[in-house]
């Protein structure tokens, strides 16, 4: 049984599982596309995959420089520029992106419970407890990632190395892991697909 000061733990190293899990996400759909097929959209008002990537960026590293000192939403940053498509190569949208997730991890992983309990993060003036903020940002980051897999998908088509649990083999999947002995560990630990 958990004890409840561990919820504070427990929650921070599930949040930075699920952060790397989306991220992971991407970083499997980018590995089967290239620079043609992340420029491609599907009409003139969509975002293509190098757009989204750009967008999450900007809000990565306005959101998590300097986290816990400065408002969230940075002066710097030039969300509408985020929308511009002018990330021009595979190289260069990968590195943006990694770029990204460096300061997201590097402003997440040494929280402490004394962090969680006694700080405020600011986002437009806004005070967010620490846990209101990872669950924005983790919403967020999720929401443009399934785009990113979804657009990925489609330039793939019937080439798609599927990210989940393969098309009809649900029942394969559960009698494995129903095979095994009960256990208690995050879903990810073994690099598990999504439900």
Known sequence: M???NNHITNYHKNTVSLFKYY???????FNQLNTTQLKWRPDSESNNI???VKHMV???LSRWTDFLNSDGEKEWRNRDDEFEDTLQ????MLAY???GWTCLFSA????NEDDYENKLAYIRNEGHTITEAMNRQLGHYAYHTGQIVFLAKMCQREKWNTLSIAKGKSKDYNKNKFDKDKSVKHFLKDGDPSS
Do not use: H, Q, R
């Open 2 to 4: 958990m004890k409840a």
């Open 23 to 29: 991220k992971s996400l991407g970083d499997k759909s």
């Open 97 to 99: 992106w990694e770029k």
């Open 50 to 52: 190098t757009t989204i």
């Open 108 to 111: 997440i992983e040494p929280l």
């Open 89 to 92: 190569t595979k190289e260069e």
């Open 58 to 60: 900007g809000n990565m």
